[in-house]
């Protein structure tokens, strides 16, 4: 793999100021992780004391999911997972001792629990209420009281109202007329359902506020709402209707007393949701998707797609943005207590991870790979560990020195003049020539225009003349008479003393043709023979181009040449249509011989 | 819904169904077409557009081609990569499969509107209003669609719809967008400021306002907003270019160039960055790196006429006479109808001893520009220095009359000193060339209407400090700074005197 060969490299990376922060405690470039923020836990899951890491796999991202758990540097477990997992929190679930908590995974329509890393319970998200009549259509189908064309019609009719049907239903009405039978024998009997699914997982605190206390589980689904679980007899607390479907939460509060979610959607918009009130109106809404959603403190910090940083209150006022050298990947929020430290985490494509307190970046930390999940907490018996895992799939542990210090402010971004203040001015220099000439025109400016303006007119009425000329005498290879829309284009090819002139005609009009034309050559017979010096033109049908082609022979050996003249003439005038004038090339002979 | 532990054996599979025909019982658990619509989303938002284009086809493929969301984003991700016409097939595909969101339909309005269809985009964006009536977006982009057909009575309308329902940036800089096109500063500038409430950081609307206040000469606002905007973004070009330019007029020209470094490390191919760049080492006096910026602003636009202008002037101070005259002539060529390019025309012409041709460039220039004094002085000298006495008091009476018509205060005493030597010299005749002393370069009066030509690149005018003046051939002379004074005022460029030494390189 590319990281191997790229260990050297790797030293670079730990010299870097940002990086001498941290100890590198794990790296292992053939982790080959495929996950994301929202996959990735530190929890002690077996009550030992030592925090584990619980990374759920989206492996492959059809088949290979798989829930790890690493204990240090090692894996300790792998469960298989059967469909993608969405995301992944752990969670105390009951009061029983020793305190275990629970691992839950969010997967389709279903929130798998563990416990002590045992499968425990699955979760299902009930059923979407589904339409009467559909519903009866497929009751009617399975007594065998309308066969499949009327259910078939009766389906039809429906969605064409903009009904939303079932899976089933949708699956029945693409299939082919010869397999619509088998399908409703293979389905009938089992009981319609439309499920939704899981789009982010979260937890809340029950009723306690302590770091061991019960948790509800927070999740939001595909179609437009926020579930919040009980933790012991998973039942449905509370089912709160948003506008739009859900990616990213933040919870807190105790479920008991008062509570606040924030969530951002697909849509762009940011809704806060409170106990016991109803949604319609987002907090504020973004310029573009949210990338990542943090709560810090009172305010809310959102990465976005357009490469920004944005941070609002809990009111919605816009307080500060921040542009990123690239595109965001993830986000997440970095807490250490012991120095009470509260800041985010942005992990962006250049293989940067940035740290922001409030608006201030005040560590960069470069690594191999663009960083694409990330967790900050505490690992081992470490409390201030940073997990991160790459675009490529490894991962990288690393541990804040106990003696780093994040300065307020940092040299590269604001206050003070930018760097470029101090640089040169990059002023084209002169030369003394230019100085020379300089008093040369200061002495002499009337002369020197009175003599440009004389040779102006002059080169005027050259030009004049000669255009005139060539109208006059017809010289110009394309014809000025609307009469004769032709065009004409010599070649030389050869090096001599035969030369070939290739000499192309058009006609150029939509749908006139040419007819009685001929070619002729004027030359110097003294220099040259010519092969052909008369080429009788064929009718020249609009747009098509013909060639014609004639040897010519120099018959100087002296190193000289001279201009052939190529007429296109018409048998009726004397004047030729159009001329090319051909600078023949010295003829090469000499040389040769 | 709460069956034992998950894992089960059976086929929850994710593929299509496998079962043998002959157990019907177990039908197998189709999965929900929106199955994978998270994970889409997670990969475009992090732009990882080929994974996405993979999963899409397979959600596609799974759901027989109704999966909304997925053809959703892949028509996004076509319209990043530019196929617009290709997106708006897929939107429309969207608003077909589920017509009850009006997010599908203003999408198919944003292709249309980026296809240039603007009607056809404002009829989507009607039918999308039905369906979500209370819509920001919708309406402020009607009122977007409507601007581009200057349909502005209908554009403001709309926008202040918009901002009804909410305050956004946005539609306070389209909505101050309209006024500018309909020339109503006055109303664009009470827009801004209504914007800068809701968003005192924007710097976009910080250098907007510091423009618009320069255009109607508010200097002071000016700098205090674009002081602001540099303070959120101490490298925004705009607003070092009018910050600087402004600079230049107060003849700061060390802080002003200062700031160009920052800006021309950012634009290094900004013409209007290197005139004024070029314009302060003229202030500066030093005229060689003068040429070398301008000529290599007129590099980067040949057919900017204040490039060229400026060049002329330049060279005039120079006494490059012949070399002013190019420039001024090509200046003329593509603004023809500004008088003070004539009159500076007219004296590269006299220096030139083109007598015919300098009263024919001063008649235009006094045709095109009737209130420049500096102009009628300089051609009553004109006309005195080549013995036609006639005329040059005529010019002369014309010249007073202008004065007296002219705020006193703002006419500098070397203009008004040379009204009273040349008017002595007309009334004794002759014997103007011993009395009148050699006048010295004069200060303009400040620049009364500053032009600049777009928000962008504000050129600056600088008065420049008097030269020392060199004294053979005192009517002559004045002229030359008499004109030279007089273009200063006039645009953007500079206008100076004329000077003796070569000055340093």
């Known amino acids: 793999m590319a990281e191997i060969t790229s260990r050297e490299e790797s030293k670079g990376y730990q010299d870097y100021e940002g990086n001498k922060k941290w100890l590198n405690a794990h790296y292992d470039p053939l982790a080959s992780l495929y996950t994301f923020s929202q996959c990735i836990a530190l929890s002690d899951i077996n009550a030992d004391g030592e925090n584990k890491l619980i ?80 519903e009866s259509a497929w009751i009617q189908a399975k007594d065998d009281l309308i066969d499949v064309s009327v259910l078939r019609e009766i389906l039809d009719g429906l969605r064409s109202k903009g009904v939303i049907l079932t899976v089933r239903s949708m699956k029945f009405l693409r299939l082919p007329p010869h397999e619509l039978s088998t399908f409703v024998t293979l389905h009938k009997n089992s009981p319609l359902k439309m499920q939704t699914v899981v789009t982010c997982l979260e937890t809340l605190k029950k009723s306690h506020s302590e770091d061991d206390a019960i948790s509800c589980l927070v999740l939001g689904t595909e179609h437009l709402a926020i579930y919040i679980l009980d933790p012991e007899a998973f039942t449905i607390l509370t089912k709160i ?8 939460l933040s919870v807190n509060g105790l479920y008991d007393v008062d509570y606040r979610i924030v969530v951002a959607c697909r849509n762009g918009a940011v809704y806060s949701l409170k106990r016991g009130s109803e949604v319609k109106k987002p907090v504020f809404q973004l310029s573009a998707q949210p990338v990542g959603l943090q709560r810090i403190g009172k305010n809310i910090v959102v990465a976005c797609m357009d490469q920004t940083l944005q941070c609002y209150s809990t009111k919605g006022n816009k307080l500060w943005l921040i542009r990123m050298p690239a595109d965001i990947l993830t986000m997440e929020a970095m807490e250490d207590k012991q120095k009470g430290f509260k800041g985010v985490l942005v992990g962006i494509e250049n293989h940067e991870v940035h740290v922001y307190r409030d608006k201030y970046l005040v560590n960069v930390i470069k690594t191999e790979d663009a960083v694409t999940g990330i967790k900050f907490g505490k690992f081992g018996r470490e ?179 001279d201009t052939i003249k190529a007429y296109l003439c018409r048998r009726s005038s004397s004047t030729p249509i159009i001329t090319g004038i051909i600078n023949m090339p010295v003829s090469e002979s000499i040389i040769v011989s | 819904m709460s069956e034992k532990p998950p894992i089960p054996a059976e086929a929850k599979s994710t593929g299509p169904p496998a079962m043998p025909p002959n157990r019907p019982r177990k039908a197998p658990e189709l999965p929900a077409f929106e199955r994978r619509n998270w994970l889409i989303h997670l990969h475009y938002i992090r732009r990882e557009y080929d994974r996405c284009k993979i999963l899409i086809k397979e959600q596609l493929a799974e759901s027989s081609d109704m999966c909304e969301y997925a053809y959703y984003v892949q028509a996004l991700i076509k319209r990043q990569e530019g196929s617009i016409q290709e997106a708006l097939e897929l939107f429309q595909t969207c608003a077909l499969l589920n017509s009850g969101n009006a997010n599908n339909l203003k999408q198919v309005a944003r292709c249309l509107f980026l296809l240039a269809r603007h009607k056809a985009a404002i009829d989507v964006y009607h039918e999308a209003a039905k369906l979500n009536d209370s819509d920001w977006e919708i309406l402020h982009n009607i009122g977007v669609c409507h601007m581009y057909m200057q349909n502005f009575t209908k554009a403001k309308e709309s926008l202040e719809q918009a901002l009804t329902i909410r305050k956004n940036d946005l539609s306070y800089i389209m909505l101050a967008k309209i006024y500018l096109m309909e020339k109503n500063v006055d109303k664009a500038l009470d827009v801004l400021n209504d914007a800068l409430k809701i968003s005192p950081e924007n710097i976009e609307i910080l250098t907007t306002l510091g423009l618009l206040y320069l255009r109607v000469g508010d200097y002071h606002k000016s700098f205090e907003h674009l002081g602001n905007s540099m303070t959120f973004d101490s490298s925004n070009v705009k607003a070092i270019l009018a910050s600087g330019s402004m600079m230049q007029q107060h003849q700061d020209f060390d802080v002003a160039l200062s700031k160009y470094r920052i800006a021309s490390d950012k634009h290094p191919e900004s013409p209007a960055l290197w005139n004024n760049i070029g314009m302060c080492f003229f202030g500066k006096k030093k005229f060689v790196a003068a040429i070398s910026c301008l000529k290599r602003a007129s590099y980067f636009a040949p057919f900017e006429w204040k490039i060229l202008h400026n060049l002329g002037l330049v060279h005039l101070t120079m006494e490059q006479y012949a070399s002013a005259f190019h420039f001024l002539s090509a200046a003329i060529n593509f603004k023809p109808k500004y008088g003070p390019l004539f009159s500076l025309l007219a004296v590269a012409l006299s220096n030139l001893n083109d007598n015919d041709n300098a009263i024919e460039a001063y008649k235009q220039a006094i045709k095109y520009d009737s209130n420049n004094l500096f102009t009628q002085l300089n051609y009553a000298i004109f006309l005195y220095k080549i013995d036609d006495k006639r005329g040059a008091a005529n010019a002369f009476k014309a010249a007073e009359a202008l004065r007296d018509s002219m705020d006193a205060s703002k006419i500098s005493r070397d203009v008004l000193d040379t009204f009273k030597t040349f008017g002595a010299i007309l009334q004794t005749g002759q ?75």
């Not at chain 1, 209707?241 to 990213?248: E, L």
Request: hydrophobic fraction near 35%; proline fraction near 10%; glycine fraction near 4%.
């Open chain 1, 55 to 134: 990374i759920a796999d989206l492996g492959t991202g059809t088949y290979d999911m798989k829930l790890k758990v690493y204990r240090g540097t090692s894996l300790m477990s792998e469960n298989a997972i059967i469909d993608l997992p969405t995301g992944v929190v752990t969670f105390y679930m009951d009061l029983t001792e020793p305190r275990t908590p629970a691992i839950a995974v969010a997967s389709g329509s279903f929130i798998y629990i563990y416990k002590n890393l045992r499968p425990y319970f699955k979760f299902t998200l009930p059923s979407l209420p589904i339409d009467e009549k559909e």
């Open chain 1, 241 to 248: 209707d948003i506008p739009a479907v859900p990616v990213f």
């Open chain 1, 383 to 561: 409390d201030s560990t940073l997990v991160m895992t790459t675009k490529g799939g490894s991962l990288l542990i690393k541990m804040l020195k106990r003696t780093a210090k994040f300065e307020e402010k940092d040299a590269t971004t604001s206050s003070g003049p930018p760097a470029s203040q101090q640089q040169k001015l990059n002023v084209p220099k002169k030369t003394k020539l230019f100085v020379d000439q300089t008093l040369r025109e200061r002495n002499n400016c009337v002369v020197m225009h009175q003599q440009f303006q004389h040779d102006l007119y002059r080169i005027r009425l050259e030009a004049a003349r000669n255009y005139a000329e060539s109208l006059n005498k017809s010289l110009n290879p394309i014809s000025t008479n609307p009469q004769e829309p032709l065009k004409l284009s010599v070649h030389v090819n050869g090096i001599g003393p035969m030369f070939k002139l290739i000499v192309q005609l058009q006609n150029t009009s939509l749908n006139s043709p040419s007819v009685g034309l001929f070619l002729t050559f004027h030359f110097d017979s003294s220099l040259y023979s010519v092969e052909k010096t008369l080429i009788p033109v064929p009718f020249l049908v609009p747009g098509l181009n013909y060639t014609f082609e004639s040897y010519v022979e120099c018959k100087s050996d002296k190193g000289i040449s």
């Open chain 2, 431 to 505: 014997s103007y060339k011993k009395s009148e002393p050699p006048v010295q370069n004069q200060e303009p009066a400040r620049p009364q209407h500053p032009i600049r030509q777009t928000i962008q690149s504000p050129a600056p005018d600088l008065p420049t400090p008097p030269s020392h003046p060199v004294g053979e051939q005192p009517p002559s002379y004045d002229m030359v700074m008499k004109q030279s004074v007089l273009d200063s005022r006039k645009d953007v460029m500079e206008k100076r005197g004329r000077q003796g030494a070569l000055p340093p390189i």
